[in-house]
């Protein structure tokens, strides 16, 4: 937990609001949850935390389960999610969105668990992604609706926008990449590149040895962390000249793989042997005698908190979504941003702006949107390993971090303004 300073002797939630806290799919919109409810505990809150039943991946069961076991306190209420008669839309592949309809498809089931809460609610904090169907039921509830955002500032306008631009879909012309929103500059185009058609998502990869003792014996700012979130977005071809590009860069490196969407459930996938021989065909054998040596290739679940706050790690490689990137700029460790999808090159803006990091702004991701060559790859990393002042830049964002939620601090500000008007 990102806490600095308790207000609030543990359990003793005499006379402090009661606000419910209603989460989404995935761990990138779970965890900014967590987080919120250690601090509101911290501050005298009741909470009651909705959570959608059945989860989608194990990595977020396991997630709702230690927080609620290390904080008893915490009314738990599971939202059965209502089955889709229709099964599942074959338009919608990300597990992730089919979850966020089926949420949203089940809004209502929250309605007699918001009203009969005692003590009474004082407010619920949403996901964006149900806010439109929670919104009604507070409005009859007379309770205040607040939204966490789970992704930057700089996104908002372009969510606030979107309904305007939908309604001229001129504007929304594919081949135009140049949409423009108050306070962003255009998107640059980063579809350069030849497609790939090599996008087979068929293989099962693996890792080998322990991850953290590997990690805790290499040298200072010597091993760069590469993870584009929970989820899959990056094509085979790409995986393979990413591979090549981490041995070219000549830096250690801790690579956290997640091979396709519907792998999400790999948190506990520790069936090593079995499955080494694939790892290896997937990546080479250039990649591969590397392992467990001057790297690392973890298909499991890696503590991404616990890995960015090792003195080893001395740069990130991140697809930016915003978790990834509020918790990098906790650790004050450099990020090179090679965002994807949704809000994640909006959010490499951002990385690129407050200094934290460097964005490559033409790279795809080897599906869609076409191939980045190993070669590239390892001369940008190195270039961004040895970057000295951009590592001590992003060590100072790591320090205002910690000034932002100390008393005093702009979050700590904000929670105290936010619950007074409670
Ligand atoms: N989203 C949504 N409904 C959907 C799919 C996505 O509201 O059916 C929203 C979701 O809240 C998320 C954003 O669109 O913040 C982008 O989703 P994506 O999974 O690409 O990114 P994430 O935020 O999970 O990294
Ligand atoms: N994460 C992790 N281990 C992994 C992969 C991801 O701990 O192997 C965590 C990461 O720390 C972050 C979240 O999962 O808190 C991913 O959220 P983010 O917004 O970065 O990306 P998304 O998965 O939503 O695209």
Known sequence: GHISMSNCARGDMSGGPHIALFPSAGMGHLMPYLRLATVLLDRCCRITLITPCPTITTAEAVAISSFLSTYPEVNDL???????????????????????????????LIRPMLSSASPPLSAVISDLSAASQVAPILTDLHLPLYILFTTSVKFLPLIALLPKLLSDPSRLNPSCSDVNFPGLPPLPDHRRLAPTTADRKSRELTSKGDYKTWLESQPVDSVVYVCFGSKAPMGVAQIQELG???????????????MKISLVDEYDDHDEETK???????????????NGRRGMVMKSWVDQDEVLASSSIGGFVSHCGWNSVTEAMWAGVPVLAWPHRGDQRVNAQVVEESGLGVWMKEWGMGTRSGLVNGEEIGEKIGEFM?????????RKIGEEARKAVDAGGSSHETITKVLKSL
């Open 386 to 394: 040895r970057d000295e002042n951009l590592r001590e830049r992003a």
């Open 244 to 258: 090549k590009g981490l041995v070219g860069s000549g830096f250690r490196f801790l690579w956290a793989l997640k």
């Open 276 to 290: 080494s021989e694939n790892v290896r065909e997937l990546l080479g054998d250039s990649v591969w005698h590397e």
């Open 78 to 108: 599971e939202l059965r999610l209502v089955p889709d008669n229709n099964g599942p839309d074959p338009a919608i592949t990300d597990p992730h969105f089919f979850q966020f309809a089926r949420i949203s498809r089940s809004t209502h």
